[in-house]
């Protein structure tokens, strides 16, 4: 059965290692994904279509809007930079941003909740709450939503 969660998480590992690499975009790093050259990126199952069809939606959706989700993401972290940010931090958020401004067949809480799960997995202990605080401010700042940080 497959899973938007595992899908995620293959995104979250190609947003990653491209943003490591220095890559503009994730082309190269879906592509070795796919052939299992990164570490660790099938301890299981091989994806299922849809999976890789969700994943390449998101990294897509990421390389095309980077600039907007980058400042989004600035403006909703006050006194953080995204230089400085954790680069899993860093490419959690700007998946779920992705999400949150591109796909509204997905709802702000799933994108939001989904973000935070991949934080508590993958960052460290500070990350969750991060992620959650920015993402929220982000779904208030575009109209989504926002359970705190409504701007006036």
């Not at 279509?49 to 990294?59: K, M, N, Q, T, Y």
């Not at 997905?106 to 990350?127: M, Q, T, W």
């Not at 605080?133 to 575009?142: H, K, Q, S």
Request: hydrophobic share 40%; charged share 30%.
């Amino acid at each position: 059965m497959a899973s938007r969660r595992r899908a995620r998480e293959f995104a979250l590992l190609a947003l990653y290692h491209a943003d490591l690499a220095g890559e503009p975009d994730t082309r190269r790093s879906l592509a070795q994904l796919w052939e299992g050259q990164l570490d660790g990126a099938f301890s299981g199952r091989p994806a299922e279509s849809e999976e890789v069809e969700f994943a390449h939606r998101l990294c897509r959706g990421v390389d095309q809007r980077r600039q907007e989700i980058d400042a989004l993401i600035e403006n909703a972290s006050a006194n953080w930079r995204l230089a400085r940010m954790p680069v899993v931090d860093r490419n959690i958020l700007r998946m779920a941003a992705y999400e949150l401004l591109a796909c509204p067949d997905i709802p702000v809480s799933v994108s939001i909740n989904e973000a935070v799960e991949l934080a508590k997995r993958y960052g460290d202990k500070d990350s969750r709450a991060f992620v959650n605080g920015i993402l929220d401010r982000i779904a208030a700042d575009t109209g989504r939503g926002g359970r705190r940080h409504r701007r006036r």
